[in-house]
């Protein structure tokens, strides 16, 4: 069947880097979350542990499974927003793995319009008023 038709879609999920855990949404890395995983007995994978691989590489995909799913899109439960290209940074070591601003802030609107919790967002710049100076 067509997604067209059908409305189902396979999506492959972006997750948080794990050293971003204390950083704004839209300031953190989203890289794609990829699985060890094994096939039962009835053939379909079971996924263990996450597992990092930067999005410039390809894992051995005899032994990694990125975590995917089919999602019913036409079901007025679910809201997708894009497509998107990653933006890069110019503050972080490897640039194209955040998420544009612009995104973030249609993604915080529409979640407050549903009451869902929003994302966090940074102010993205600093005032030099609110900076304190170091006593020597």
Same mark, same amino acid.
């Not at 038709?5 to 492959?12: A, I, L």
């Given at each position: 069947m067509h997604p067209d038709? &059908?409305? /189902?879609?396979?999506? &492959?999920f972006l997750a948080r880097h794990p050293d971003d855990k204390h950083v704004c949404d839209n300031r953190? $890395?989203? %890289?794609p979350e990829w699985h060890k995983y094994?096939? /039962?007995d009835s053939n379909v994978p079971v996924y263990g542990a996450r597992m990092l691989f930067s999005p410039k590489r390809k894992p051995n995909l005899t032994? +990694?499974?990125l975590w995917s799913d089919f999602v019913h899109l036409t079901d007025l439960k679910y809201f997708i927003h894009g497509p998107f290209n990653f933006d890069a940074h110019d503050d972080i070591i490897q640039p194209n793995q955040n998420v544009a601003l &612009?995104? %973030?802030e249609f993604l915080f609107s529409f979640c407050? $319009? +549903?009451s869902i919790v929003p994302p966090t967002l940074s102010t993205l710049t600093v005032r030099k008023s609110s900076l304190k100076k170091r006593k020597k």
């Open positions: 038709t &059908t409305g /189902d879609y396979y999506v &492959t953190a $890395q989203w %890289w094994q096939l /039962d032994k +990694f499974m &612009t995104h %973030w407050n $319009q +549903f």
